[in-house]
């Protein structure tokens, strides 16, 4: 029986470890017009997705019959140049623009990326598009795509409610 | 400049896209110390408009608005690739890849979605439930209880050498084969 309470307990505390993944760990606020930046880098980003044609389902299609190494390219060398620039930033320790230290968060691992990692891949390859390409997607026009943001939105929610008894 | 804009307006390689999306992981951590992810954007979209007292949801988002800003900008990105830079010809696609999905029964190849599945005719067919409702489900119901996608994951975590990532990336990589090879097949039958 206390067995089981302590077990529990564990689980709670496993929980609330991966309850939030902060991304935000600048100290200083930032201002409404400081956010303009970000909206900046992401309009390069949303380009570099259409002009490279990482939002075409046709590509993600292909992708997932071995027929083209483009999408694996394009994953691969992202991670590549990430690993490095990581590496960079860590070895010479190198601080933000506004001086702060940067900050690296550790991944714990649990069942659920397994389990939700296989559920995201089916519909990866169902609707041709991870998040950020869906909203390039809705941005090229594609309004119908809309829909499937908004049942990606209810699969969060969904996800946040049920979250206590799935497993983790 | 004409020259420039019609070098711009070819689809890109992959040795030209898949630096620069690299390169959002140090420009995010050094601009602002923000760990690139997209998916957590859906997250703070039901923090901000349904909590609805769900424990998940109570936290502090306005804190995370950049992933907001960074999210309406992927969206205008898109917007002005299609619309000032697009590249005047179809789609270069591997042309087994043409004759599988013809086989499986999608017409349309014209554009990056196939019209014949994506569009607003087909919102209350079986093809929307399947493609918009369900796939659009699993990808924000798995997103998050993964923790992260393809970008939080497969880009920012494994830049950060982070095992759990990789086991992550694997697993969407096996969830999409076990759709394409799997399960499409019979979900085209059914229509």
Redesign the interface.
Known sequence: MTNDILEQEEFKAELEA?????????HSG?S?K????????????????????????????????L?????????????????I??W??KRFN?K???G?N?????????K?????????????????????P????????????I???????????????L?DK?PH | MDAILNFIKQPWPWYIAGPLIGLTVPVLLLIGNKSFGISSSLRHICAACMPAKIPFFQYNWKKETWNLFFVAGITVGGFIASFLLANPLPINLNPQTVADLQQLGVKDFSHFLPQDIFSFENLLSLKGLFFFVIGGFLVGFGTRYAGGCTSGHAIMGLSNLQWPSLVATISFMLGGFIMTWFLLPLIFSLF
């Open positions: 991966i309850e939030f993944e902060p991304q935000n760990e600048q930032e409404f400081a956010n303009i930046k970000y909206l900046i880098i992401g309009v390069l980003f949303g380009i570099v997705f259409v002009k490279a044609e990482i939002v075409s389902w046709f590509r993600i299609q292909e992708m997932f019959r027929q083209s190494f483009h999408m694996y390219g394009v994953i691969g060398s992202a991670v590549i140049v990430g690993v620039s990581v960079l930033i190198i933000t623009i506004t702060e940067v900050i690296f968060h550790s991944k714990t691992f649990n659920g990326q397994i389990i939700g990692g296989l559920l995201f891949g089916l519909g990866w390859a169902l609707t041709g598009a991870c998040p950020g869906l909203f390039a997607q809705i941005g090229s026009g594609f309004l119908v795509i829909i499937t943001l908004l049942s990606a939105i209810a699969g969060t929610w969904v996800y946040g409610l979250r799935l």
